[in-house]
T-cell receptor
Framework: DAKTTQPTSMDCAEGRAANLPCNHS???????VYWYRQIHSQGPQYIIH???NNETNEMASLIITEDRKSSTLILPHATLRDTAVYYC????????FGAGTTVTVRA | NAGVTQTPKFQVLKTGQSMTLQCAQD?????MSWYRQDPGMGLRLIHY???????DQGEVPNGYNVSRSTTEDFPLRLLSAAPSQTSVYFC????????????FGPGTRLTVL
């Protein structure tokens, strides 16, 4: 499975956009990029996924570079409830979660 | 729909004891999986199943057994509990794997003394 690299932590101001980077330089052609988040000690929650094209849903946008070696998750208007650990995952159905990025949204 | 349910929520075992963590889903999902999460760490895949009667090992399968006799249920058995198995266990299900989302249960917090 391809591995990902994410910053350990980042802060974001409430109401501002949060841009979460992820590097996945060894991704193979049929592997998707998934983003999940885990709030406190709950089960992870799906956010968005994509293969090549940029994607947007009601929660976030996913920007994947043309060479597919990196991506950025964008939370357009961060709220305090978006404070969580965000996981960038590359693979098929055998998802492998790394340590993720701890995002703290501050008032 | 109840989604993915896990029982028990909390469990304390002594070293050497065995037990089964239960996982059930009512969404008719084919794919189910078990993860463990150690403190401050991400989730690691223990075992997974792509359908009834089919199971396979994930990243950290040692010390655990699974079976999938029905689409709905995917129990995880600890054969002889060890302190290293102290963790939070999450079960997840997905319609048919691939690019589909996975729905996670609330987790079982297991302590092995």
């Amino acid at each position: 499975d391809a591995k990902t690299t994410q910053p350990t932590s980042m802060d974001c101001a409430e109401g501002r956009a949060a841009n979460l980077p992820c590097n996945h330089s060894t991704i193979s052609g049929n592997e998707y990029v998934y983003w999940y988040r885990q709030i406190h000690s709950q089960g992870p929650q799906y956010i968005i996924h994509g293969l090549k094209n940029n994607e947007t849903n009601e929660m976030a946008s996913l920007i994947i570079t043309e060479d597919r070696k990196s991506s950025t998750l964008i939370l357009p208007h961060a709220t305090l409830r978006d404070t969580a650990v965000y996981y960038c995952i590359v693979g098929d159905y055998k998802l492998s979660f790394g340590a993720g990025t701890t995002v703290t949204v501050r008032a | 729909n109840a989604g993915v349910t896990q029982t028990p929520k909390f469990q304390v075992l002594k070293t050497g004891q065995s037990m089964t963590l239960q996982c059930a889903q009512d969404m008719n999902h084919e794919y189910m999986s078990w993860y463990r999460q150690d403190p401050g760490m991400g989730l690691r895949l223990i075992h997974y199943s792509v359908g009834a009667g089919i199971t396979d090992q994930g990243e950290v399968p040692n010390g655990y057994n699974v079976s999938r006799s029905t689409t709905e249920d995917f129990p995880l058995r600890l054969l002889s509990a060890a302190p290293s198995q102290t963790s939070v266990y999450f079960c997840a299900s997905s319609p048919y794997g691939g690019a589909d989302t996975q729905y996670f249960g609330p987790g079982t917090r297991l302590t092995v003394l």
